[in-house]
């Protein structure tokens, strides 16, 4: 097959992330593995940020929260600090809304026939 151009990556990244909970969960696992890949690649660089973005601020627990948190702990993200803070601070207003909101935005759903 046709592989993708390493400029190209972070919008596949994208488009996988934003495909659901599971597709966001599988991108994240597979950015985790080939991180260093990735920093080689877009350190220092706007595709950087943007592939952290897209691949963790999505997020909708505090579980994940917590694993986003350790991995850039572990796994330093230079030039892309600003979007890892960023990110978490999503993840954590994201999960505070769905657990005060969540049942109540569920049942309107249902109500409502969705």
Known sequence: GEKVRSN????VMASCASSGCDG????WEFVKKNYNTFLER???????????QVTCA??????KYEDVEKF??????PSAERA???SLENV????????R??????QWFKDNGY
């Open 72 to 77: 850039f702990n572990e796994n330093k993200a």
């Open 24 to 27: 966001r969960n599988e991108t």
């Open 84 to 86: 890892v803070k960023q």
């Open 42 to 52: 877009y350190s220092g660089g706007f595709m950087f940020q943007r592939l952290i």
């Open 8 to 11: 190209d990556t972070p919008f």
């Open 58 to 63: 999505d997020f909708t627990s505090m579980d």
């Open 101 to 106: 909101d969540g049942e109540s935005v569920a």
């Open 92 to 99: 954590k207003l994201r999960a505070a809304w769905l657990k």
